[in-house]
């Protein structure tokens, strides 16, 4: 890591281009291990971006809670406006009904990124920003097409709004995000968010012999064994 030139320590950040070279971007946060990084980004591209906290999938609302106290956290810190939107689970609950044994990456993860970016797509609409995008993307364990069709089809619902594709992990974002979470000691969390993930997961540890889940108590870098490990699946 020491000489690595796409570490954060040594990365020269090229500035990013948003579409239609766009000053002003909306973006989707699900949480601040990967906004870190994405923020990172864009801000060293000189890009006015403001995040936008829409997550009613979380599950509990504790958990919902910190996931979000830390963004915010995060966002004071590099002053990015922060807009805190609905914990409207019922709503969310109502979407996904008949999905709930669905596996991740399927049908209820397409209706789950459908419904936040489209209220994301519906602030940007109403307040003037031009694109938006998601820190979804990050994170190795998405698919990243389909995060991007959502994008797009939740965009195409107001005119003058445009949903950037752009591969966040690019060029060692991936490897960058894990270093940050580490450096900011953020929440690292164990599954994707939905009561049904934590179930999933749960099954899956207890398969492989492995404990279930504990909430709100694992850190990045408190645990540097399990860190280097996600560092070097991500790289
Ligand atoms: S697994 Fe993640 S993306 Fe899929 S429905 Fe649950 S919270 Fe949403």
Sequence with gaps: MKNNPL?????????????????????????????????????????????FFYNPNIHPAEEYQL????????????????????????????????????????????????????????YAYEH????????????????????????????????GITYWTYNWRKKGGSQRMIELSKQEAFYQQEYCGCVYSLRDTNHYRMSQGRTRIKRLVNFYGQNQKESDSIIAKSS
């Design 128 to 159: 003037g920003f031009p694109i938006i995008s998601s820190t979804l993307g990050i994170s190795r364990w998405k698919n990243m097409e389909q995060i991007n069709d959502c994008g797009i089809r939740s965009a195409e619902h107001y005119p």
């Design 67 to 122: 996931r979000k106290d830390e963004n915010k956290r995060y966002c004071d810190k590099l002053s990015i406006p922060f807009i805190d939107a609905d914990y409207d689970t019922d709503n969310w609950f109502e979407r996904t009904r008949g999905l709930e044994n669905e596996p991740e990456r399927g049908q209820r993860c397409t209706v789950c990124f459908d419904m936040r970016f489209e209220r994301t797509a519906l």
């Design 7 to 51: 570490s954060l320590e040594h990365y020269q950040r090229p500035p990013l281009e948003a579409p239609h070279s766009a000053d002003r971007i909306l973006l989707h946060s699900c949480c601040a291990p990967c906004a870190g990084e994405v923020m990172e980004a864009i801000q060293a591209s000189g890009i006015d971006q403001t995040v």
